[in-house]
T-cell receptor, first 114, second 115 residues
């Protein structure tokens, strides 16, 4: 069965500081992993996805994530936080059992301090 | 191009009532999935439909049902509403269901409040 665990329900960083949001996965098969962002009162927007082509994945808005099989991790980073990055971030893994469904983590709320 | 659209945006119902939520996928997308997002949690998979057939179902009671129409739009129906059904209901579309790396594009959601 596939699942993800997001460490830290709330993360606060200063504007301009490094953003690091943690995600660990559990999967019985090589995983497909996704990061989505959710702004207040909106749906989910795809930031990036890992599909085994490259371990370092670059996404939109300056975000990137590195797939580390040995650590079963897929942490999301951004070198310099911007006020507009304040949002809820969700890590997800593909179900890979018939339906093309996603299993989401519980989310990490990012606050950016000016 | 228009993204995934959902209607209504907000809905208030009372316990025991029935609700129908609607979703229109991105043009050209044939797969629609429904997710429930309870406040403070990540989305949970309810259904996936592809070419009008159910391709997958999450761990939800039979009170939840869905269907997909020939134009690939979809409806989610919930009967005998409970307080615990209060949530943001998200619809996602993808171009196919053939690969598990397929990106799902989400709509803005319908926020349902059950009183």
């Amino acid at each position: 069965a596939q699942s993800v665990t997001q460490l830290g329900s709330h993360v606060s960083v200063s504007e301009g500081a490094l953003v690091l949001l943690r995600c660990n996965y559990s999967s019985s098969v090589p995983p497909y992993l996704f990061w989505y962002v959710q702004y207040p009162n909106q749906g989910l927007q795809l930031l990036l996805k890992y599909t085994s082509a490259a371990t370092l994945v670059k996404g939109i808005n300056g975000f990137e994530a590195e797939f580390k099989k040995s650590e079963t991790s897929f942490h999301l980073t951004k070198p310099s936080a911007h006020m507009s990055d304040a949002a809820e971030y969700f890590c997800a893994v593909s179900g890979q059992t018939g339906a093309n469904n996603l299993f989401f983590g519980t989310g990490t709320r990012l606050t950016v301090i000016p | 191009d228009a993204g995934v659209t959902q209607s209504p945006t907000h809905l208030i119902k009372t316990r025991g009532q029935h609700v129908t939520l609607r979703c229109s996928p991105i043009s050209g997308h044939k797969s629609v999935s429904w997710y429930q997002q309870v406040l403070g949690q990540g989305p949970q998979f309810i259904f996936q439909y592809y070419e009008k057939e159910e391709r997958g179902r999450g761990n939800f009671p039979d009170r939840f049902s869905a269907r997909q129409f020939p134009n690939y739009s979809s409806e989610l129906n919930v009967n005998a509403l409970l307080l615990g059904d209060s949530a943001l209901y998200l619809c996602a579309s993808s171009s196919s269901t053939s690969t598990f790396q397929e990106t799902q594009y989400f709509g803005p959601g319908t926020r349902l409040l059950v009183l």
